[in-house]
């Protein structure tokens, strides 16, 4: 009987092993959600609109990958929107919250505030995330103050 339980044990722990493996990717982490740029947002500073293409003609997935015990990760994909999405440029990024969202978190104890706003830093650059409803949609945002504060809010 003792090693019928054992058995139970092993074939759980297995699965559960072989379930954490396969939502992560071991390059990146595990997958937290993934994020559309806006068609009219621009794009972030650190992509350079490829030669032949317009803004229109492109796409953007944003892809945030957790972790443990390390900053956020991550990866942007630039597409054509043509047939095929063809993937034309991919950086990686570390992520944050932005201050004033991070005291808004902590002030209301919840984790939905609208809008949001996160930075994400790729070769030393600095964009911030606008999320202004829930959903999978991103916004670059310009704003002058939220740019001003992010070290002071």
Known sequence: MCWIREMRLIVVFSLLVWILLSACNLQYGFIESEFQLAAE???P???VVPPGYKREDL???ITLYFRPFLPYLDKMVIYDLGPGHKELLKKIGTERWHPCTARQFE???TGAVYPNYSIVTVDGIEEIFEQRVPGNILYITDDPQLR???DRC
């Open 148 to 150: 001003h504060t992010i």
């Open 59 to 61: 796409g953007m997935t």
């Open 45 to 47: 500073r650190w992509f």
């Open 41 to 43: 947002s621009r794009l």
């Open 107 to 109: 002030e209301k104890k």
